[in-house]
C-alpha cells in the first residue's frame, strides 16, 4: 500500500547534521518546503541550496521545545510531514554517567519527543491529515543502556500511532537505524572504534530508505540487510 503527503511542507528535526540533514536534502531535491530545526543557524543554512525556513531551537530546552511545537501547530504554512531525527546519547553506563547527562539525553529524546508528536499529531489530525517519521534506533532491541531505554519508549509510543491512523489521519513510520556515521556518538564522547567497518551506515542510505518506506506505506523499517 502506498502513501502520499497531501501537504509537501516538512518540518525536520536534527537537521543541521547526520540523518537529519540527509533527510533534509532528499526531501529538497524531491521539491519539498522544508523547516529545519537545529541550534546553529549556519549550520542549517548550509544543509540545501533551496530556501528553507530555518527554525533555531534546542530541544533540551523547554523554550526551545515550545517553539517547535508551536510551528507544528500553526495552520499558517501547516506542516505534513515531521522527520523527528534529533537524539542525544551518553558515553557511559546509567549509573557512571553524570546525572545531569541522563536528565539532558531524557530531556531530548523523551520530553521534547513527547512535545513535538502531541503537537504534531494534534495539528495534522485538525488539518486532515499528515505524517510522521520517527528516527528510532535497532539499539532499542539488543542494548542495555538508558539510551536504549529511551529509543525502546519511542517504539512503544509509534506502535500507538501506528494503531491509532484511521483514528487520527496521521501516517507514521519508525525508523530503526543500526550504527550509523553521524556526529551523535563523537558528540558524547563514545568510543566505537570496536565497531567492523562493515556494520556502518551513511545517513544518506538510511534517509533515501526511510523515504521509500513511507512513500510505500510501511510503518516500520529497519534500513539495510545489516
Known amino acids: ?25 532528499r526531501l529538497a531535491a524531491s521539491g519539498w518546503d522544508l523547516v529545519l530545526v537545529g541550534r546553529s543557524a549556519p549550520a ?55 546525572l545531569t547527562n541522563e536528565l539532558a539525553q531524557l530531556q531530548v529524546n523523551v520530553v521534547a519527543t513527547t512535545h513535538l508528536l502531541h503537537a504534531a499529531v494534534t495539528g495534522m489530525h485538525a488539518r486532515g491529515g499528515g505524517a510522521i517519521v520517527l528516527v528510532g534506533s535497532t539499539a532499542a532491541h539488543w542494548s542495555m543502556g538508558s539510551y536504549a531505554a529511551s529509543k525502546a519508549w519511542l517504539e512503544v ?19 530503526r537505524p543500526g550504527f550509523t556515521r553521524t556526529a551523535l556518538h ?27 518506506a513511507l512513500a510505500e506505506g510501511k510503518t516500520m523499517w529497519t534500513p539495510s540487510r545489516r
Open 1 to 25: 500500500m502506498s502513501y502520499e503527503v497531501s501537504v509537501k511542507r516538512a518540518l525536520v528535526t536534527g537537521a543541521s547534521s547526520g540523518i537529519g540533514a540527509a533527510f533534509a536534502r
Open 157 to 175: 509510543l509509534a506502535g500507538n500511532l501506528i494503531a491509532r491512523a484511521p483514528e487520527t489521519g496521521v501516517h507514521t513510520l519508525l525508523v
Open 186 to 212: 563523537d558528540r558524547a564522547g563514545v568510543d566505537n572504534s570496536g565497531v567492523p567497518s562493515w556494520m556502518w551506515l551513511s545517513p544518506d542510505q538510511v534517509a533515501a530508505e526511510a523515504l521509500t
Open 44 to 98: 542549517l543554512h548550509q544543509v540545501t541550496d533551496t530556501p528553507a525556513e530555518i527554525l533555531t531551537a534546542d530541544l533540551a530546552t523547554t523554550e526551545g521545545t515550545t517553539t517547535v511545537s508551536e510551528r507544528l501547530t500553526t495552520t499558517d504554512h501547516p506542516i505534513g510531514l515531521l522527520v523527528h531525527a534529533a537524539g542525544l546519547t551518553t558515553a557511559h553506563p546509567f549509573g557512571v554517567a553524570p
